[in-house]
């Protein structure tokens, strides 16, 4: 009895996502805290992104400049370096009409950990397949 109550309280309060025949459908509960690296890979994902940083990694650029990177527009630029601001990847500042951004210092220190962190197991397991190549090779 207790749960059908739950569950008639549950539905009253989703009425919205209640189906025709009073079934409420899977829900997925997603944490609103996402983790630094989900959010760098996220912004990094765009291949339009990844040209700007690899654009400001050469250094500080004008926003309007960065529409040399891809063929996009000015307010498609804007978005893209809203993402990568998001992340903390790049940091811009206005001076009079025109808009600088730059690569923050040490942006990426956080997936370069990550990325070593996940690749440090392999190269274990490669140290242990040579060594043990080796070891089979001398006995023939």
């Known amino acids: 009895m207790p749960q059908e109550r739950v569950s008639q309280t549950l539905k009253s309060r989703l009425k919205f996502?209640?189906?025709k025949e009073g079934r409420?459908?899977?829900?997925k509960c997603m944490p609103n805290y996402p983790d630094p690296i989900d959010?760098?890979?996220n912004a990094l994902s765009e291949p339009v992104r990844r040209?700007?940083?690899e654009r400001l990694a050469k250094g500080p650029c004008s926003v309007s400049g960065l529409t040399q990177v891809a063929p996009i527009s000015l307010p498609a630029v804007m978005q893209h370096l809203g993402v990568l601001e998001e992340a903390k990847l790049i940091v811009s500042e206005?001076?009079?009409r025109v808009r600088t951004?730059?690569?923050?210092?040490?942006a990426l220190k956080d997936l370069?950990?990550?990325?070593?962190?996940?690749?440090r197991p392999w190269e274990r397991k490669l140290d242990h397949l040579d060594a043990y190549l080796k070891e089979t090779?001398?006995?023939?």
């Open 94 to 96: 206005k001076v009079g």
């Open 24 to 27: 409420l459908p899977i829900l």
């Open 137 to 140: 090779k001398e006995e023939e």
């Open 101 to 106: 951004v730059s690569l923050k210092p040490g």
């Open 51 to 53: 040209r700007i940083v």
């Open 39 to 41: 959010i760098l890979l």
């Open 17 to 19: 996502f209640v189906d």
């Open 112 to 119: 370069e950990r990550w990325a070593a962190a996940q690749s």
